[in-house]
């Protein structure tokens, strides 16, 4: 499987899952949640890509919502922030 990430904009991203049944997504990620999730310590595509990992480990990607904004993925998810804080506070133990 893999996870092809297409900017649109600064808070637009589409993202194509390519498997044996592949989809398309348009994710967008608004400051306020980009800040709240990364504190700025990861990049807006790399935070799709991890979060599309989270997303394909819990169901396959035709059950993935085709349009939704980043947040939303905690109201289905409520374990998906700290999965990104815990991503992110390994990435900086790894950097020491």
Do not use: A, C, Q, W
Request: proline share 2%.
């Amino acid at each position: 499987m893999k996870i092809l990430i297409k900017k649109i904009s600064i808070e637009k991203f589409e993202v194509s899952v390519l498997s044996e049944k592949s989809t398309k997504h348009l994710v967008t990620i608004k400051d306020r949640t980009y800040v709240k999730l990364t504190k700025e310590l990861l990049g807006r595509e790399e935070l799709i890509e991890h979060s599309f990992k989270f997303l394909l480990e819990r169901e396959p990607s035709s059950s993935i919502l085709s349009e939704f904004e980043l947040s939303k993925i905690s109201n289905y998810f409520p374990e998906f922030d700290k999965f990104i804080e815990k991503l992110i506070s390994d990435k900086n133990l790894s950097k020491n």
